[in-house]
């Protein structure tokens, strides 16, 4: 079975620029997750969705969103970009059908983002 | 307060040595998961193992095992025989409540010599 898979794999965009990260999750996966991480910050949650819907966020401005098509693969996007965005993107991929937590979370590779 | 402390920023092990990893965890949640994952340079974070708060026994999975010390909210990943492709970074996380979020600690850095 394919992991998860995440597009593309390396970005470097401007200050003010907008991107969008794309990735596809294990099949028969519904739920969808982002991190970001950098050196400074660690690994810190950016939002979960399911079936299309949002079902969680962190604490990240309004620049950062995301949605979920119906084929459960997830797209991410920052407007306005900062230098403080650059990070390694990652988004993990679980059932989410199930209750309780052993629903693992399985990663992709990431998408690093470099913001000049 | 920090939800999942790691307090080795480092840790050096010698080849078919024995390591444990430590972490320790904060929440008044009674039910809860914690899981260990490896990040190598390339970055993918690779799942380890998980532990369920109400799992009696410590978990296992092949030369990976976790240390589960409920009363003490610690949760140790102990990694025998170790082996050059295990130098890594390794994270330590939790996941309180039904939806995804994890929350992770800062890594531990582990270096396997030859």
């Known amino acids: 079975k394919a992991g998860v898979t995440q597009t593309p794999r390396y970005l470097i965009k401007t200050r003010g620029q907008q991107v969008t990260l794309s990735c596809s999750p294990i099949?028969?996966?519904?739920?969808v997750s982002w991190y970001q991480q950098t050196p400074g910050q660690g690994l810190q949650f950016l939002f979960e969705y399911f079936s299309e819907t949002q079902r969680n966020k962190g604490n990240f401005p309004g620049r950062f969103s995301g949605r979920q098509f119906s084929n459960s693969r997830s797209e991410m996007n920052v407007s306005t970009l900062e230098l403080g965005d650059s990070a390694l993107y990652l988004c993990a991929s679980r059932l989410g059908t199930s209750g309780g937590h052993t629903d693992t979370q399985y990663f992709g590779p990431g998408t690093r983002l470099t913001v000049l | 307060a920090q939800k999942i402390t790691q307090t080795q920023p480092g840790m050096f092990v010698q080849e078919k040595e024995a390591v444990t990893l430590d972490c320790t965890y904060d929440t008044s949640d009674q039910s809860y998961g914690l899981f260990w994952y490896k990040q190598p340079s390339s970055g993918e974070m690779i799942f380890l193992i998980y532990?369920?708060?109400?799992?009696?026994q410590n978990a296992t999975e092949g030369r990976y095992s976790l240390n589960f010390q409920k009363a003490r909210k610690s949760a140790n990943l102990v990694i025998s025989a170790s082996q050059l492709g295990d130098s890594a970074m390794y994270f330590c996380?939790?996941?309180?409540?039904?939806?995804?979020?994890?929350?992770f600690g800062q890594g531990t850095i582990l270096t396997v010599h030859p």
């Open positions: 099949s028969g996966h519904r739920s």
């Open positions: 996380a939790m996941r309180e409540g039904y939806y995804g979020k994890l929350t």
């Open positions: 532990q369920g708060s109400y799992d009696e």
